[in-house]
Protein backbone atom coordinates (compact mmCIF):
# COMPACT_ATOMS: atom_id res chain seq x y z
CA UNK A 1 0.00 0.00 0.00
CA UNK A 2 1.07 3.50 -0.61
CA UNK A 3 -0.03 6.94 0.92
CA UNK A 4 0.74 10.12 -0.95
CA UNK A 5 -0.13 13.84 -0.87
CA UNK A 6 -0.67 16.56 -3.67
CA UNK A 7 0.72 18.80 -0.81
CA UNK A 8 3.99 17.34 0.23
CA UNK A 9 6.11 14.34 -0.99
CA UNK A 10 7.21 11.97 1.29
CA UNK A 11 10.23 13.36 3.94
CA UNK A 12 9.56 17.48 2.24
CA UNK A 13 8.53 20.42 4.37
CA UNK A 14 4.48 20.70 4.93
CA UNK A 15 2.94 23.27 3.53
CA UNK A 16 2.29 26.20 5.82
CA UNK A 17 -1.52 25.94 5.24
CA UNK A 18 -1.55 22.86 6.95
CA UNK A 19 -0.08 23.90 9.98
CA UNK A 20 -1.47 26.16 13.12
CA UNK A 21 0.82 29.22 11.29
CA UNK A 22 -1.42 29.12 8.30
CA UNK A 23 -5.09 27.80 7.77
CA UNK A 24 -4.40 24.44 10.14
CA UNK A 25 -6.32 22.35 7.09
CA UNK A 26 -5.69 18.64 7.01
CA UNK A 27 -4.06 17.62 3.86
CA UNK A 28 -4.92 16.11 0.88
CA UNK A 29 -4.36 12.11 1.16
CA UNK A 30 -4.54 9.14 -0.93
CA UNK A 31 -3.69 5.64 -1.04
CA UNK A 32 -3.08 3.01 -3.38
CA UNK A 33 -2.19 -0.53 -3.41
CA UNK A 34 -4.98 -1.45 -1.16
CA UNK A 35 -4.94 -5.65 -0.30
CA UNK A 36 -7.78 -7.80 -0.56
CA UNK A 37 -9.90 -8.31 2.62
CA UNK A 38 -9.53 -4.47 3.25
CA UNK A 39 -13.02 -3.78 5.06
CA UNK A 40 -12.00 -0.10 6.61
CA UNK A 41 -9.23 2.25 6.98
CA UNK A 42 -8.06 4.26 10.02
CA UNK A 43 -5.53 7.12 10.19
CA UNK A 44 -3.30 8.31 12.92
CA UNK A 45 -0.89 11.30 12.32
CA UNK A 46 1.27 12.15 15.37
CA UNK A 47 4.48 13.65 15.95
CA UNK A 48 7.62 11.19 17.96
CA UNK A 49 9.78 14.85 18.04
CA UNK A 50 7.41 16.66 20.32
CA UNK A 51 8.80 17.32 23.95
CA UNK A 52 7.88 14.79 26.42
CA UNK A 53 5.96 12.47 24.08
CA UNK A 54 4.28 11.61 20.65
CA UNK A 55 1.91 14.07 20.14
CA UNK A 56 -1.13 13.01 17.99
CA UNK A 57 -2.28 15.37 15.83
CA UNK A 58 -5.16 13.45 13.89
CA UNK A 59 -7.53 10.48 14.50
CA UNK A 60 -9.63 8.90 12.12
CA UNK A 61 -11.54 5.38 11.93
CA UNK A 62 -13.87 3.75 10.39
CA UNK A 63 -13.33 5.04 6.71
CA UNK A 64 -15.32 2.20 4.24
CA UNK A 65 -12.98 0.02 1.99
CA UNK A 66 -13.99 1.98 -1.29
CA UNK A 67 -13.03 5.21 0.38
CA UNK A 68 -9.14 6.32 -1.35
CA UNK A 69 -8.06 9.57 -0.63
CA UNK A 70 -9.63 12.29 1.87
CA UNK A 71 -9.25 15.76 0.18
CA UNK A 72 -7.40 18.85 1.83
CA UNK A 73 -9.39 20.17 5.02
CA UNK A 74 -11.55 17.41 6.07
CA UNK A 75 -14.14 18.97 8.54
CA UNK A 76 -13.43 18.73 12.58
CA UNK A 77 -16.62 16.90 12.95
CA UNK A 78 -17.45 13.53 15.13
CA UNK A 79 -19.03 11.64 11.93
CA UNK A 80 -17.67 12.28 8.34
CA UNK A 81 -21.14 11.41 6.68
CA UNK A 82 -19.91 11.92 3.54
CA UNK A 83 -17.15 9.33 4.05
CA UNK A 84 -19.86 5.99 4.79
CA UNK A 85 -20.25 7.86 8.48
CA UNK A 86 -16.20 7.32 9.44
CA UNK A 87 -15.43 8.93 13.00
CA UNK A 88 -12.93 11.27 13.95
CA UNK A 89 -11.45 10.72 17.28
CA UNK A 90 -10.11 13.15 20.11
CA UNK A 91 -6.14 14.71 19.30
CA UNK A 92 -3.94 15.96 21.58
CA UNK A 93 -4.93 19.28 21.70
CA UNK A 94 -8.61 17.62 23.02
CA UNK A 95 -10.46 18.40 19.82
CA UNK A 96 -12.04 16.33 16.96
CA UNK A 97 -10.41 16.17 14.23
CA UNK A 98 -7.11 17.67 12.36
CA UNK A 99 -4.66 19.50 14.61
CA UNK A 100 -2.25 20.59 12.45
CA UNK A 101 1.80 21.05 13.23
CA UNK A 102 2.44 23.35 15.78
CA UNK A 103 6.46 22.42 16.94
CA UNK A 104 8.00 25.36 19.37
CA UNK A 105 10.33 27.29 17.86
CA UNK A 106 13.55 25.41 16.72
CA UNK A 107 14.61 22.05 15.60
CA UNK A 108 12.55 20.83 12.40
CA UNK A 109 9.60 18.17 13.56
CA UNK A 110 8.69 14.74 11.65
CA UNK A 111 5.15 14.06 11.10
CA UNK A 112 3.90 10.72 10.36
CA UNK A 113 0.62 10.26 8.48
CA UNK A 114 -0.07 5.91 9.37
CA UNK A 115 -2.56 4.45 7.22
CA UNK A 116 -4.03 1.24 8.41
CA UNK A 117 -6.18 -1.24 6.14
CA UNK A 118 -8.06 -3.23 8.57
CA UNK A 119 -10.01 -6.73 7.86
CA UNK A 120 -13.10 -5.23 9.65
CA UNK A 121 -13.82 -1.44 11.26
CA UNK A 122 -12.22 -1.11 14.54
CA UNK A 123 -14.90 -0.83 17.41
CA UNK A 124 -14.19 2.06 19.62
CA UNK A 125 -16.61 4.25 20.82
CA UNK A 126 -16.98 7.88 19.76
CA UNK A 127 -14.43 10.12 20.55
CA UNK A 128 -11.62 7.94 20.52
CA UNK A 129 -7.96 8.75 21.16
CA UNK A 130 -4.89 6.82 19.10
CA UNK A 131 -4.62 4.39 22.34
CA UNK A 132 -8.17 3.61 21.69
CA UNK A 133 -8.14 3.21 17.71
CA UNK A 134 -4.76 0.95 18.42
CA UNK A 135 -6.18 -1.29 20.90
CA UNK A 136 -9.20 -2.01 18.78
CA UNK A 137 -7.34 -2.28 15.77
CA UNK A 138 -4.94 -5.36 17.00
CA UNK A 139 -5.21 -8.38 15.61
CA UNK A 140 -7.49 -6.48 12.55
CA UNK A 141 -4.32 -4.55 10.55
CA UNK A 142 -3.75 -6.20 6.94
CA UNK A 143 -1.26 -3.72 5.68
CA UNK A 144 -0.22 -0.04 6.90
CA UNK A 145 1.58 2.55 4.64
CA UNK A 146 3.16 5.63 6.09
CA UNK A 147 3.91 9.45 4.90
CA UNK A 148 6.22 11.72 6.77
CA UNK A 149 6.44 15.29 6.53
CA UNK A 150 8.53 17.81 8.10
CA UNK A 151 7.86 21.36 9.90
CA UNK A 152 9.78 23.77 11.67
CA UNK A 153 9.11 26.99 13.08
CA UNK A 154 11.69 29.77 12.93
Known sequence: MKLT???????????????????DLSPPLTWTGVPAGTKSFAIICDDPDAPGKTWVHWVVYGLPAEVR??????????????????????????SVGYGGPCPPRGKPHRYYFKLYALKEPPEVEAGATKADLERAMAGKIVDQAQLMGMYQRK
Not at 14 to 22: A, F, L, M, R, S
Not at 69 to 94: C, R
Open 5 to 23: SSAFADGERIPVKHTCDGD
Open 69 to 94: SLPEGVAALEVLHKYGGAEQGINDSS
